[in-house]
């Protein structure tokens, strides 16, 4: 397997293995659709959504609400309105990480300079803006099931754990794939988020995804791969997935109504906020079936 992704898509390439997600593609996973039932994979947004304590969390204020029109606002022709406005970080709740959010030895994603990432522009190469709206074919792999139930904190995913999860879903993920790996954790219900400890995948595994070329990997923890970290490194699978494979990671999905379907592949949909040069973005993605 190649050490990286570097240059595969040209020197200019800021999307990196979504670039495996072709027409083709898209009208494969469509054909997968039988029941048309839609499947909502996201947690709901609000100032109780779990975040690290070195986050803020979401706020939300009301521009205007009905009680404007009980303190006398006008309401001309009868018409009444609401709006909000929403304060909240990239990385909240359920949201995919872009090519820029981790990286390492100064560089980004295919060799771009990680200096180009700054506090008051953004990241000028490789931004959430760049990664464009994602359909394609989902592959559950559901580790809580093949386990016996959810996995405990610290908890390392394998190989081996993704090869059997593989054969209840009917077959390893392939090329352009978005896989998404249930753990049980999200439905342990956790009252914080830290990045102390939980459940997720080892590096091992994270290479095993990317050596079958998956476009993204996704799952139901706040971090996707395993916590505490192996002796001697530091975010590992973020470090040689986004940065070296360019695949981004889909973090704090809600699969449990997923897994209930008996679904394990399906059409995948989603699109990031495009934020220029974001690090991340809430999203609300779908699996429709």
Same mark, same amino acid.
């Not at 495996?20 to 947004?45: F, M, N, W, Y």
């Not at 609000?46 to 204020?61: D, N």
């Not at 522009?121 to 994602?134: L, S, V, Y």
């Not at 093949?146 to 996995?151: F, H, I, Q």
């Given at each position: 397997?190649?050490?990286?992704?570097?240059?595969?898509?040209?020197?200019?390439?800021?999307?990196?293995?979504?670039?495996?997600?072709?027409?083709?593609?898209?009208?494969?996973?469509?054909?997968?659709?039988?029941?048309?039932?839609?499947?909502?994979?996201?947690?709901?947004?609000?100032?109780?959504?779990?975040?690290?304590?070195?986050?803020?969390?979401?706020?939300?204020?009301?521009?205007?609400?009905?009680?404007?029109?009980?303190?006398?606002?006008?309401?001309?022709?009868?018409?009444?309105?609401?709006?909000?406005?929403?304060?909240?970080?990239?990385?909240?709740?359920?949201?995919?990480?872009?090519?820029?959010?981790?990286?390492?030895?100064?560089?980004?994603?295919?060799?771009?300079?990680?200096?180009?990432?700054?506090?008051?522009?953004?990241?000028?190469?490789?931004?959430?803006?760049?990664?464009?709206?994602?359909?394609?074919?989902?592959?559950?792999?559901?580790?809580?099931?093949?386990?016996?139930?959810?996995?405990?904190?610290?908890?390392?995913?394998?190989?081996?754990?993704?090869?059997?999860?593989?054969?209840?879903?009917?077959?390893?993920?392939?090329?352009?794939?978005?896989?998404?790996?249930?753990?049980?954790? +999200? #439905? *342990?219900?956790? @009252?914080? $988020?830290?990045? !102390?400890?939980?459940?997720?995948?080892? =590096?091992?595994? %994270?290479?095993?995804? +990317? #050596? *079958?070329?998956? @476009?993204? $990997?996704?799952? !139901?923890?706040?971090?996707?791969?395993? =916590?505490?970290? %192996?002796?001697?490194?530091?975010?590992?699978?973020?470090?040689?997935?986004?940065? !070296?494979?360019?695949?981004?990671?889909?973090?704090?999905?809600?699969?449990?109504?997923?897994?209930?379907?008996?679904?394990?592949?399906?059409?995948?949909?989603?699109?990031?906020?495009?934020?220029?040069?974001?690090?991340?973005?809430?999203?609300?993605?779908?699996?429709?079936?």
């Amino acid at each position: 397997m190649s050490e990286n992704n570097w240059n595969r898509w040209g020197a200019e390439d800021e999307r990196g293995a979504l670039n495996h997600i072709d027409a083709e593609a898209v009208k494969r996973a469509a054909a997968l659709v039988t029941s048309g039932q839609v499947v909502c994979l996201a947690q709901p947004l609000s100032a109780r959504t779990p975040s690290p304590p070195h986050r803020a969390g979401m706020q939300h204020f009301m521009g205007r609400s009905g009680g404007d029109y009980a303190a006398g606002a006008r309401r001309p022709g009868g018409f009444q309105f609401a709006e909000d406005t929403l304060l909240m970080p990239a990385h909240i709740g359920t949201h995919i990480d872009a090519l820029c959010h981790a990286w390492y030895d100064d560089r980004l994603y295919n060799g771009f300079p990680g200096s180009g990432t700054r506090g008051t522009t953004g990241a000028a190469r490789c931004g959430i803006d760049k990664m464009g709206p994602i359909a394609g074919r989902g592959i559950l792999l559901d580790i809580a099931t093949v386990r016996g139930g959810p996995l405990a904190d610290g908890s390392a995913i394998g190989i081996a754990d993704l090869v059997q999860a593989a054969r209840l879903a009917g077959g390893e993920p392939v090329k352009g794939d978005v896989v998404l790996i249930r753990t049980g954790w +999200a #439905e *342990r219900a956790p @009252a914080t $988020v830290s990045f !102390d400890t939980e459940p997720g995948i080892e =590096l091992a595994a %994270a290479l095993w995804l +990317a #050596e *079958r070329e998956v @476009a993204v $990997v996704g799952a !139901d923890n706040f971090a996707v791969e395993v =916590l505490p970290f %192996a002796a001697g490194t530091v975010f590992p699978v973020h470090q040689r997935l986004i940065r !070296d494979f360019g695949i981004p990671l889909l973090e704090g999905l809600v699969l449990k109504l997923l897994a209930e379907t008996g679904r394990y592949t399906f059409m995948f949909a989603a699109s990031p906020l495009p934020v220029l040069g974001g690090t991340g973005s809430p999203i609300s993605p779908m699996a429709i079936l």
